[in-house]
T-cell receptor
């Protein structure tokens, strides 16, 4: 079963625009993580936000977490063609020791 | 530090055969997790090993098994392969188990079952 569900499933934007992806999860969490995957390759960890945090920044990335709504969002500012990839949220809940991944958002940044 | 390595990168097998995939974690990492990724089911957790012990297991049949060696390298084995086992198998390592550790993924092994 998947803990996180991403929205939208696919997103296409122009270079320079901002991209926002949303993730909803089902149970209470210890932390929520975002990963990027380039086509057919391994995942790259982007950012981790703990359940007691509301917002976190890393370079052009901004992640927010709303535990009352069981949702998180990933904002990529000033997107580049190199940001084209699939983005996954992954939740680690208190009872589960493993990360449970969402279905992912396919982001395409057009030059 | 060298990243997570997985061998082989690509594999083609026939139904009914068995396969062994290998994962070498980042030096110093003691936890290795395995995931299966398919277009239909997405990323699904298989199991996690820490200090040579299986710490957690996903909802997969017993045909899927794994082990971890004293140097933290891990192998997973799939016996009696089925067409539905065709997938990208990803291995991830982390310094510890559970908690707030981020996972570092390898490039994956692409398994095709014909």
């Amino acid at each position: 079963s998947q803990q996180g569900e991403e929205d939208p499933q696919a997103l296409s934007i122009q270079e320079g625009e901002n991209a926002t992806m949303n993730c909803s999860y089902k149970t209470s969490i210890n932390n929520l993580q975002w990963y990027r995957q380039n086509s057919g390759r391994g995942l790259v960890h982007l950012i981790l936000i703990r359940s007691n945090e509301r917002e976190k920044h890393s370079g052009r990335l901004r992640v927010t977490l709303d535990t009352s709504k069981k949702s998180s969002s990933l904002l990529i500012t000033a997107s580049r063609a190199a940001d084209t990839a699939s983005y996954f949220c992954a939740a680690r809940s208190g009872s589960a020791r493993q990360l449970t991944f969402g279905s992912g958002t396919q982001l395409t940044v057009l030059p | 530090k060298a990243g997570v390595t997985q061998t082989p990168r690509y594999l083609i097998k026939t139904r009914g055969q068995q396969v062994t995939l290998s994962c070498s974690p980042i030096s110093g990492h003691r936890s290795v997790s395995w995931y299966q990724q398919t277009p239909g089911q997405g990323l699904q957790f298989l199991f996690e090993y820490f200090s040579e012990t299986q710490r957690n297991k996903g909802n997969f049949p017993g045909r899927f098994s794994g082990r971890q060696f004293s140097n933290s390298r891990s192998e997973m084995n799939v016996s009696t392969l089925e067409l539905g086992d065709s997938a990208l198998y990803l291995c991830a390592s982390s310094p510890g188990t559970g908690g707030t550790y981020e996972q570092y993924f390898g490039p994956g092994t692409r398994l095709t079952v014909t």
